[in-house]
């Protein structure tokens, strides 16, 4: 009774239980902010009591003194650890009492605030959580209309890996083979996930026009280091596959190794020796190639960084020596990708320890197996340009430093169905068009492609000659007439060069394809031969004239 | 202070140590080791022989210091890196932006 008018005269409304049950019941239906309790109490002591109350209370802190007469320290403590958050020792003190009320009450009020903002972080990493499934379920409409699930592709990356900033994507050319791309974007979270999408947009838009990896990767280093802030880039590599002539071109730049695994057992790196996109002026980026030659079931491997630098309980990392090993021990490059997953999950002793990394192995399809489906595509404007002629040359330094088949081809495009042949119709440009470059322009010989060795003295010397391009010239005339259910393209490719002797030519070529089947090289004009409806070579070789006709698939 | 930066005696010369893990827990510190410094400085060196541990976010700070300093007629060198350190700076081809000693 004392104690009752002491809190009512400091101002609290008092509600009172004489025994322990009593008090769980008047808590639960009073829902007080502080509970005094009596340690001895009939009817479910003090104890006893406390637990219940603590229980009920939850999460909410609600302040609970022990009044005891006890003096006992071992009792002291068994309040307390019933939950007690401070004990009262009788006789009261009015001024201690009001101290302790106040004390709790702070407590109180403070864990209450607290508790507030854990709701808040806690509801809004819900609908952070929410917000990255929608944008993924958009990034994924962007970036996945590639071919990621080609047969001959694996690779490993988690569902929210965009919010890691890694990206990967992966396109057929139109001429056949594939182009891959692995990004690794510096940062984490929303500001990592947005230069995805534009890198996204101009990697299938351009492989789908048909440029190849240099300017692809010269395009994406533009945007990102103009839409980036200074210090935000990308580490990437991107690889470009050339079924026809098992090839594969390579350019890594700040990513780790990535890594050539032959069938003869060779281990390949191909280390970064580039500045990572997005970093240097456009003016002074340049995307040289690696250019590899492979056989059919040769692999290639991308990574990020997240597979050397996962770290395992001790937190030692796996390290690159870590990855060489694996490759090392193989029998097959085939078995690379499930041995290397298999070793981080190991490794990291945990399996989402994968969450941070990305993988991709592609493997070098047969040269001859048929091209993979191109996709669905998109029906051409029923009108456009039917009958024309054009003629385009390109001269001197242009030569070495612009592709003109992606605007041949897009000129070739607007000619209503033809887009339906879009994968031939490169094939006949870029043949015409590197066989004029290289053995016309450049004079290289196709014979020195015949040895590993010779192959990449090949490479160094068409680097070394496209600096001197002095007078040259390769000129392509196009025309196009339709007929009653599609048309006929004539392809006049003409260069500047000293021409060859293609009769012979031919013939070395189909000596050399029933000879061992290691032919590295002087297919290209067999092939515009099966392809074209007519085929002529005038002049000394210099001067290739090819007549396409194509038909529109008939149940349209 | 894990970041520490001095004048060399001709004042033209902004040195700046970074010790232990150079990353984006540095971040503020690096910053303002170059921006709140006065005196015409032209040339920087980023002292890195007490770094144990540099990721990309660091990259992304030499590139803001590179930004500050000028950009391509900026004057760094990046001096004392243990063998760690070097190698992540030469996976990104660093070397073709800073001297890296």
């Known amino acids: 009774m004392i104690l009752r008018s002491l809190l009512q005269k400091l101002g609290h409304r008092v509600f009172e239980a004489s025994n322990g049950a009593e008090a769980v019941a008047c808590f639960n239906s009073v829902n007080p902010d502080i509970v005094l309790l009596d340690a001895m109490m009939p009817a479910l002591d003090g104890i006893e009591a406390a637990r219940q109350i603590k229980a009920l209370a939850g999460e909410r802190l609600v302040p609970l003194i022990f009044l005891t007469a006890l003096s006992d320290p071992e009792a002291l403590a068994r309040c307390l650890e019933a939950g007690g958050d401070d004990f009262l020792v009788k006789p009261f003190n009015r001024v201690i009492l009001e101290a302790k009320l106040n004390a709790l009450d702070r407590m109180r009020l403070l864990h209450q605030a607290l508790s507030e903002q854990v709701d808040q972080v806690r509801h809004q990493n819900e609908q952070m959580l929410a917000e990255q499934k929608t944008a993924r379920r958009v990034f994924d409409n962007v970036a996945h209309a590639g071919c990621l699930s080609a047969p001959n592709i694996r690779y490993h990356a988690s569902p929210m890996s965009v919010f890691n900033g890694d990206v990967l994507f ?47 990767l010269r395009e994406i280093n533009r945007k990102l280091r103009r839409i980036l802030p200074v210090g935000m880039f990308c580490c990437g590599a991107m690889i470009e596959t050339d079924s026809r002539q098992g090839l594969v071109r390579a350019w890594n730049g700040g990513l780790p190794d990535a890594w050539l695994l032959r069938t003869t057992g060779e281990r390949v790196a191909i280390p970064s020796r580039n500045l990572p996109l997005g970093v240097r002026d456009p003016e002074s980026f340049t995307a040289p190639m690696v250019v590899f030659q492979t056989t059919p079931g040769d692999h290639v491997l991308l990574m990020t960084d997240g597979f050397s630098e996962t770290p395992n309980r001790h937190g030692q990392l796996l390290g690159e020596s870590g990855v060489r090993e694996i490759l090392a021990g193989l029998d097959s490059p085939a078995g690379a990708f499930d041995a290397l997953m298999t070793r981080i999950r190991e490794f990291a002793g945990q399996p989402e320890a994968a969450d941070d990394l990305t993988l991709c192995s592609l493997e070098i399809p047969d040269m001859d197996q048929p091209r993979a489906p191109t996709g669905k595509v998109p029906d051409s404007a029923p009108a456009g340009p039917a009958d024309w002629q054009c003629v ?4 001197e330094r242009t030569l070495a430093q612009f592709n003109p088949l992606p605007l041949l081809l897009h000129i070739c495009m607007e000619v209503p169905g033809l887009r339906s042949r879009s994968g031939e119709v490169y094939t006949l440009l870029s043949e015409l068009y590197n066989n004029a470059l290289e053995h016309g322009v450049l004079a290289l010989s196709s014979d020195w492609k015949s040895s590993p060795r010779g192959f990449a003295l090949y490479y160094q010397e068409r680097q070394r000659r496209l600096s001197d391009t002095n007078g040259h010239f390769i000129r392509f005339s196009l025309s196009h007439e339709s007929r009653s259910s599609g048309g006929r393209l004539r392809i006049v490719c003409e260069d500047s060069g000293a021409g060859f002797d293609f009769t012979d030519h031919s013939d070395r070529v189909s000596k050399r394809r029933s000879g ?18 007519h085929f002529h070579v005038h002049g000394r070789g210099n001067h290739v004239e090819i007549v396409y006709d194509w038909e529109l698939p008939e149940d349209r | 202070m894990p970041i520490e930066a001095h004048h060399t005696d001709d004042g033209e010369t902004l040195v700046i140590r970074v010790e232990g893990r150079f990353d984006f827990s540095t971040h503020q510190a690096f910053r303002d080791a170059y ?11 980023v002292d890195l022989s007490d770094t144990t541990y540099l990721d990309s976010s660091a990259l992304g700070m030499l590139l803001l210091l590179r930004d500050h300093a000028g950009g391509d007629s900026a004057r760094i060198s990046i001096e004392n890196c243990n063998s760690d350190v070097r190698r992540i700076l030469s996976i990104s081809n660093f070397e073709q932006l800073f001297s890296i000693g």
Do not use: K
Not at chain 1, 516 to 529: K, T
């Open chain 1, 170 to 216: 992966a396109a057929i050319r139109p001429g056949g083979g594939s182009l891959i791309f692995l990004g690794d974007f510096t940062g984490h979270g929303l500001p990592a996930a947005i230069g995805a999408m534009p890198v996204a947009e101009i990697f299938y838009g351009m492989v789908g026009q048909g440029f190849g990896a240099a300017d692809i």
């Open chain 1, 392 to 395: 385009y040359e390109i001269r």
């Open chain 2, 35 to 45: 921006e709140q410094t006065d005196g015409p400085v032209t040339r920087y060196v």
């Open chain 1, 516 to 533: 061992l089947g290691s032919y590295y090289a002087g297919r290209g004009l067999e092939l515009l031969r099966h392809m074209a409806t």
